[in-house]
Nanobody, 123 residues
Framework: QVHLVESGGGLVQPGGSLRLSCVASGTIVDINVMGWYRQTPGKERELVAT???????NYAQFVQGRFTISSDNAKNTVSLQMNSLKPEDTAVYYCYANVMVFRYSGNYNSNYWGQGTQVTVSS
């Protein structure tokens, strides 16, 4: 089994910065993709940014130039540096990982989610 634990959410004023971090633990053979999604009440969860094992990144258009995703493959961690935050960035942010999981009968790929961390941008 694999667990994702996020940290770094909180309250920040418009124009401020926050850094989210997520660490994956468990019977991990390899992590194919890690990333961040966000969700507000009444809306579907939406992609913020992802990074693959080769370092390739993908950003939602609404965060390009403001957010930067990075990872440490050796530590199974992913971080999201959020700058120039806006009130509309307020949401619960979820860590995501697509992981190759060890199993004696044969490894398998599966998706995992963290419990979410609240980010509130308000004056």
């Amino acid at each position: 089994q694999v667990h994702l634990v996020e940290s770094g959410g909180g309250l920040v004023q418009p124009g401020g910065s926050l850094r989210l971090s997520c660490v994956a633990s468990g019977t991990i053979v390899d992590i194919n993709v890690m990333g961040w999604y966000r969700q507000t009440p009444g809306k579907e969860r939406e992609l913020v940014a992802t990074i693959n094992s080769g370092g390739g990144t993908n950003y939602a258009q609404f965060v390009q130039g403001r957010f930067t995703i990075s990872s440490d493959n050796a530590k199974n961690t992913v971080s999201l540096q959020m700058n120039s935050l806006k009130p509309e960035d307020t949401a619960v942010y979820y860590c995501y990982a697509n992981v190759m999981v060890f199993r004696y009968s044969g490894n398998y790929n599966s998706n995992y989610w963290g419990q979410g961390t609240q980010v509130t941008v308000s004056s």
